[in-house]
């Protein structure tokens, strides 16, 4: 049999396109291929970005910002001296881009300027910091990503 031009176009335009769609029913269907938003409210949460911009400018306007290192005992966030400790209040959420389960949020409590994440809350990898925090109702925002 004898195929020509014509013909050899139809079959390779209906082979691509049969490998086409099985490859997205496959991507759809199977669930080891999660394709979940990084956030629940990713709608909700763009709204709230100007907030963010604006408390990052006010972050780029300090002496000296907040600063981390790692310790044996964990992360050590470390907060401007300038400040006094206790009227610093605010928010602290770790985001783990590979598995949301090891995502937490906790509230600013200072005994000193220092802030410290014990180790055994922390797996050894990429962790996304972002501290919501304020000084005399004035608003700024640390985001970092770190490898511990």
Do not use: C
């Not at 394709?35 to 300090?62: G, P, R």
């Not at 209040?89 to 220092?114: C, H, V």
Request: hydrophobic share 35%; charged share 25%.
């Amino acid at each position: 049999m004898k195929i020509n031009w014509g013909t050899g176009i139809i079959l390779a335009f209906t082979g691509f396109i049969s490998f086409i769609l099985y490859f997205v029913i496959t991507m759809n269907v199977d669930d080891k291929y999660n394709h979940d938003l990084v956030s629940e409210d990713y709608y909700a949460d763009e709204l709230k970005y100007q907030k963010d911009i604006d408390k990052l400018k006010n972050s780029k306007t300090l002496d000296t910002n907040i600063s981390y290192k790692k310790t044996t005992d964990g992360l050590l966030l470390k907060f401007p001296e300038a400040f006094n400790y206790k009227e610093i209040t605010g928010n602290m959420f770790l985001y783990r881009p590979s598995n949301k389960q090891l995502d937490f949020e906790t509230a600013i409590s200072l005994s000193n300027s220092n802030l410290l994440i014990p180790d055994k809350r922390l797996v050894d990898g990429r962790w996304n910091i972002k501290i919501d925090w304020q000084y005399k109702g004035k608003s700024y925002l640390f985001k970092e990503s770190i490898n511990y």
